[in-house]
């Protein structure tokens, strides 16, 4: 993960002025007011689906408990789960190689709603067919970071073959 990091973190993303109206509702959360870009982070996996100040405090304190405090709740997401899941069965056969693994996850909307507002609100503040702000760009983030990754994987196959990449 380091290793992809230190690979990516300087690759410019899609900023379009939708996404930059809907950050600017996040007053008081300067994370929330940057624009895109790659970092670092943990994913909280459920199949459960969630949204709101509230179940985002939840998600915050299960990522620090879960993590012994080292964790930084960043994102949240359910296919992962599934994923994560068949490529475990598949490990157990000998299949795969899951310390091979890198989840490149982007993130499409908050999963909170923005001060002021309330968790209903938020949710469908964003609709299919009008268009969500980030949707289209986090599809586009996902396959650049991803291709680049893959292509210096591909590229230096020879070394990464029997090695797992390192920072």
């Given at each position: 993960?380091?290793?992809?990091?230190?690979?990516?973190k300087?690759?410019?993303?899609?900023?379009?002025?939708?996404?930059?109206?809907?950050?600017?509702?996040?007053?008081g959360?300067?994370?929330?007011?940057?624009?895109?870009?790659?970092?670092?982070?943990?994913?909280?996996?459920?199949?459960?689906?969630w949204?709101?100040?509230?179940?985002?405090?939840?998600?915050?304190?299960?990522?620090?408990?879960?993590?012994?405090?080292?964790?930084?709740?960043?994102?949240?997401?359910?296919?992962?789960?599934?994923?994560m899941?068949?490529?475990?069965?598949?490990a157990?056969?000998?299949?795969?190689?899951?310390q091979?693994?890198?989840?490149?996850?982007?993130?499409?909307?908050?999963?909170?709603?923005?001060?002021?507002?309330?968790?209903?609100?938020?949710?469908?503040?964003?609709?299919?067919?009008?268009?969500?702000?980030?949707?289209?760009?986090?599809?586009?983030?996902?396959?650049?970071?991803?291709?680049?990754?893959?292509?210096?994987?591909?590229?230096?196959?020879?070394?990464?073959?029997?090695e797992?990449?390192?920072?």
């Amino acid at each position: 993960m380091e290793w992809a990091y230190q690979l990516t973190k300087h690759i410019p993303l899609a900023h379009r002025e939708a996404m930059q109206k809907r950050r600017a509702l996040y007053t008081g959360y300067p994370k929330a007011q940057r624009p895109p870009l790659v970092m670092k982070g943990d994913n909280l996996l459920s199949m459960t689906y969630w949204h709101g100040k509230i179940l985002n405090q939840w998600a915050n304190d299960w990522v620090k408990y879960y993590s012994e405090g080292a964790g930084n709740y960043v994102t949240t997401a359910m296919e992962d789960t599934g994923t994560m899941q068949a490529l475990t069965f598949l490990a157990r056969a000998k299949r795969v190689d899951v310390q091979r693994v890198l989840v490149v996850r982007t993130a499409s909307n908050f999963e909170m709603q923005w001060p002021g507002g309330d968790a209903a609100e938020s949710l469908s503040g964003e609709k299919l067919g009008s268009g969500y702000s980030a949707y289209l760009p986090s599809l586009e983030a996902a396959h650049r970071i991803g291709s680049f990754v893959v292509h210096e994987l591909v590229k230096n196959s020879p070394r990464y073959e029997n090695e797992i990449p390192k920072k």
